[in-house]
């Protein structure tokens, strides 16, 4: 067999990817993985739903291919066809089946769907052999103590679901034995049976659970962060390269795969704001059709000091700008290296898969939100844009939502007409901390009511259980067992919120002839028709995005009050402790368009079933500069605020060349410096984006950000394609 340098692998590797990102049939489709799950279900969903789970992932994993291919560096492929005519039927088949729940004995057996973080310190410790024998003791364990006959079953099935991925990866072994790849067999045989020994094993290993996980463990979206790859792999690779196995060229071409293999397994398309259509290969089809893949990079670290850690840096030179995933986390620091910071700004004004966080902020914020110190230094975010303590914590609950809604709940009635004759702006801020207070204590009264100390047993395991910090000991599932069972503070849409509150403060409260607030609902109950003096005065009030304090202070404002609140309740009155974890978002995702079209007129000019302004940005078309915007994002004190996201869109004349990037350089530092919590970056000129909509075949790597994930522009629909045309382009 011949044998390739890695370097010659790498750029095949890259070629194929890309290639599959760009031109894979938007039918292609993980049939083989539908089929071996549907066959498992049919075979043991009569039985406890935990060895359900663990003999049905075993079944699989006996069963499914292991395609390799000599290219490979890090092995580990999945079995993807365009279907035949009848392939398609049967396809559509097990759809529909599932879709109904007509399995003969129910549902199929798979659960998961992602978005969290496993524990992988643990994970490259013990290895999947060390986890097995770790459950397996503490079965033994809970026999003899008389342990509750449903926590026994769910070890059990934590014993199945650690050896059907270990049997799987024996089967790779084997898969390359054949294939005459004895270096990565030997690779193989040893993951199977032992904890990782150098980087190149660290990585497949990490590689090996998040692809078995996505593919084989989850019905769809099973969008997962891989770590802090560069902080859990530093000493392997420490270790590797001053004993002479490994080179740093040589690591970067591992990493170079591990990104095109968390890349390839994509779908075509994107979902949240143009899924379904005909450009889509959609969740059935593909579990993992347009779910991020997260990597966490930088930052503080407790092992160790982080500015001398040499992966961070070569993780960031590793970053392909023509790939979607993995989404990139850098986790930026006041003392980061001036050469890691060139080369991350280098990367976002590429338009690369590239998030941006700081941690003076987040660390902080974290432990405001009831994270121990220790811990918060080892936050991750999951897709798209969450906050994690990694394999250590779950967010079980959800409070608050759309600030816009909320103003207007406390305002008017399910008519339209003001609760009361609100006197002053303060008025109405103190409404809205009545009413929110009210809200979050019932809400926490039930919480409390509800988590005993003593975690409850669970009937059903699930693949991520496996690997949460916390569930061996307990068994019982991660969102019962772990250390932090969060609760997230949905704090959305603060650009419409500080608008609404600017234009009450100043057409109804403070001009010379105010508008009385009967006016103002009646001008809103109508939509602006027929008021339209009223509306020029509501649109040509002050507006968040121009740095302009008499908006931006009530953007501040609004996050203080509903941070406020949430933080004081979470101590229990009976204890005077903090007892809850609440840690504030930001993020939205795109629910600025749902929600937008859900709502009536609002006082800050905007008319009924528009959109409002999406995560930290604000209102389309407020935005007059990018200083000014950050400016007005900075006035916000996000010392609550844990993850979020702030979209930027500018033009490439702005950022190219080496004044460009050093223009961003500044930029981006002076942001972070004044309090910015996090910032995405997407480098286009809107006539450039027009123009891809017109010759789609000119732009064929044109990518943009969404949420916290990227898409091909050019596989967009055309009406979410207006969407991020419509994002302001400032400069």
């Known amino acids: 067999m011949m044998t390739y340098s890695y370097a010659e692998r790498s750029a095949w590797l890259i070629g194929e990817c890309i290639d599959a990102l760009r031109n894979k049939p938007v039918n292609s489709t993980y049939l083989e993985k539908l089929i071996l799950a549907d066959e498992a279900s049919a075979l043991y ?4 739903q935990p060895l359900t789970m663990g003999k049905c992932m075993n079944y699989i994993a006996e069963r499914c291919s292991c395609p390799v291919d000599p290219h490979d560096i890090l ?9 035949t005519e009848e392939e398609e039927k049967l396809l559509e088949g097990l759809h529909e089946r599932w879709q109904n729940n007509q399995l003969e004995d129910g549902t199929t057996f798979l659960r998961d769907g992602g978005h969290t973080t496993f524990d992988w310190e643990e994970i490259l410790q013990l290895g999947l052999a060390g986890l097995e024998a770790k459950a397996a003791a503490e079965l033994e364990r809970r026999r003899q103590d008389g342990s509750e006959p449903e926590r026994l079953v769910f070890l059990e099935g934590m014993k199945l679901v650690y050896h059907a991925y270990r049997r799987y990866i024996a089967r790779y072994a084997e898969a390359c034995e054949q294939a005459g790849m004895e270096k990565e067999a030997a690779m193989c045989r040893n993951l199977a049976d032992n904890p990782p020994a150098t980087f190149i094993e660290g990585m497949q290993l990490i590689l090996f659970v998040t692809s078995i996980y996505s593919i084989y463990s989850a019905r769809a979206n099973a969008t997962l962060t891989c770590g802090r790859m560069d902080d859990l792999l530093r000493a392997y690779y420490e270790r590797d390269v001053a004993s002479g196995i490994l080179t740093r060229e040589d690591a970067g071409y591992i990493i170079d795969d591990f990104n095109c293999k968390s890349a390839i397994i994509l779908g075509r398309g994107e979902h949240q704001m143009s899924g379904a259509s005909g450009g889509d290969t959609g969740w059935f089809r593909n579990p993992m059709y347009d779910s991020p893949t997260y990597v966490i990079i930088g930052g503080y670290s407790n092992h160790g000091d982080y500015l001398t850690n040499p992966l961070t840096k070569l993780f960031l030179e590793r970053i392909h700008p023509r790939l979607e995933n993995p989404v990139y986390v850098y986790r930026r620091t006041r003392e980061c290296p001036a050469d ?5 700004c280098d990367k976002l004004r590429q338009n690369s898969t590239l998030l941006i966080y700081n941690d003076e902020i987040v660390v902080p914020a974290m432990e405001k939100g009831g994270i121990s110190s220790y811990d918060a230094r080892d936050y991750t975010i999951h897709g798209c844009n969450w906050p994690d303590v990694a394999g250590l914590s779950i967010n079980i609950r959800y409070i608050g939502g759309p600030i816009p809604q909320r103003i207007r709940a406390s305002m008017f009635d399910v008519h339209g007409w003001p609760v009361k004759k609100f006197a002053s702006i303060d008025e109405i801020y103190q409404k809205i901390e009545d009413d929110w207070r009210a809200e979050v204590r019932e809400y926490f009264a039930e919480y409390r009511a ?5 975690p409850a047993v669970s009937e059903v395991l699930t693949c991520s259980d496996c690997f ?9 599932a991660a969102h019962l067992a772990v250390p932090y069972r969060n609760v997230l503070n949905l704090l959305r849409h603060v650009g419409t919120a500080a608008d609404m509150m600017a234009a009450l403060e100043a057409v109804v409260y403070t001009d010379n002839d105010p508008v009385d607030l009967y006016d103002m609902a009646r001008a809103l109950n109508a939509n602006f028709l027929g008021y339209e003096e009223i509306l020029k005065r509501c649109k040509n009030a002050p507006k968040y995005g121009r740095d302009d304090d008499a908006a931006d202070k009530h953007a501040a404002r ?7 609140v949430t933080t004081e309740e979470s101590i229990n009155p009976e204890t005077g402790k903090r007892d809850i974890p609440v840690l504030c978002v930001t993020i939205a995702d795109s629910n600025h368009l749902y929600v937008g079209n859900q709502m009536p007129a609002t006082c800050d000019g905007r008319r009924a079933g528009e959109p409002i ?11 007059e500069s990018i200083t000014a915007m950050l400016n007005s994002v900075t006035k916000i004190d996000f010392d609550r605020c844990t993850a979020g996201a702030l979209n930027l869109r500018m033009p490439k004349n702005l950022v190219s060349g080496e004044d460009g990037l050093a223009r961003l350089m500044i930029l981006l530092e002076t942001y972070f410096e004044d309090g910015g919590m996090q910032v995405q970056l997407s480098v286009a000129d809107t006539a450039e984006l027009r123009d891809a909509q017109v010759h789609p075949e000119n732009y064929p790597d044109l990518m943009v950000r969404i ?3 990227s898409a091909v522009f050019i596989d967009m629909c055309r009406k979410a394609q207006d969407e991020i045309i419509k994002r302001d382009e400032v400069s």
């Open 340 to 344: 890691e910071w060139e080369i991350a």
């Open 450 to 454: 509800n988590n005993p100390e003593i």
């Open 558 to 564: 609004l996050m203080k009050l509903l941070a406020d």
């Open 613 to 623: 302004s999406e995560n930290l940005s604000p209102t389309k078309g407020n935005a």
């Open 468 to 476: 949460h910090r916390g569930t061996i000991e307990a068994a019982t």
């Open 707 to 709: 949420t916290g994930y």
């Open 45 to 48: 969903l009569n039985e406890p």
């Open 75 to 83: 092995v580990g492929r999945f079995a993807e066809c365009i279907p």
